[in-house]
């Protein structure tokens, strides 16, 4: 990919996608990981799944 359009596509994914990073202990990490893998989901998924959820109370 060329790195104007590179720049480009960036440039627009920033427009509609945004980041949200919190540390947390490794601990806790492994953990919901491990949890995430048995029910086949991940993080992005199970976090927009609870964004909805407390949006909709």
Excluded at 25 to 41: H, V
Aim: charged fraction near 40%.
């Amino acid at each position: 990919m060329p790195d104007k359009s590179r720049a480009e596509y960036f440039r627009k994914r920033r427009e509609t996608i945004g980041q949200f990073s919190v540390p947390m202990s490794r601990e806790k990490l492994n953990a919901l990981t491990e949890k995430l893998n048995e029910q086949n989901k991940t993080k992005t998924q199970w976090l927009n799944e609870k964004i909805d959820e407390e949006l909709s109370q």
